[in-house]
């Protein structure tokens, strides 16, 4: 499956940004589907995770109750709905397609390209 997300932008802090994440190929509603972001000079973190249902899902702690994930398998495409953004979530966030439901970045199999989000303070 290839990823392709979108989305991300300049917002100043206190603002909101939806990500997508398109997916190619037939088989979308069988992933489970994952953010994850790298700041600047930092290693890469997760943030959100759906089951291939939207039924489960999973959030770092530190954009719990601020991002929303959810996804929509007719149009192959998963969001990330993202409020009350802060400076510290500036990243590049990238899209993920797995088999299970984990916060592990090598349980991913496919990525997509990132897409940058700058929030200003």
């Known amino acids: 499956v290839q990823l392709q997300a979108s989305g991300g932008g300049l917002v100043q802090a206190g603002g909101s940004l939806r990500l997508s994440c398109a997916a190619s190929?037939?088989?979308?509603?069988?992933?489970?589907m994952g953010w994850f972001r790298q700041a600047p000079g930092k290693g890469r973190e997760f943030v959100s995770a759906?089951?291939?249902?939207?039924?489960?899902?999973r959030y770092a702690d530190s954009v719990k109750g601020r991002f929303t994930i959810s996804r929509d398998n007719a149009k192959n495409t998963v969001y990330l709905q993202m409020n009350s953004l802060n400076p510290e979530d500036t990243a590049v966030y990238y899209c993920?397609?797995?088999?299970?439901?984990?916060?592990?970045?090598?349980?991913?199999?496919?990525w997509g390209q990132g897409t940058l989000v700058t929030v200003s303070s």
């Open positions: 993920a397609a797995g088999d299970y439901l984990s916060t592990n970045g090598p349980a991913y199999d496919y």
């Open positions: 190929g037939r088989t979308f509603s069988r992933y489970v």
């Open positions: 759906t089951s291939w249902s939207g039924g489960s899902t």
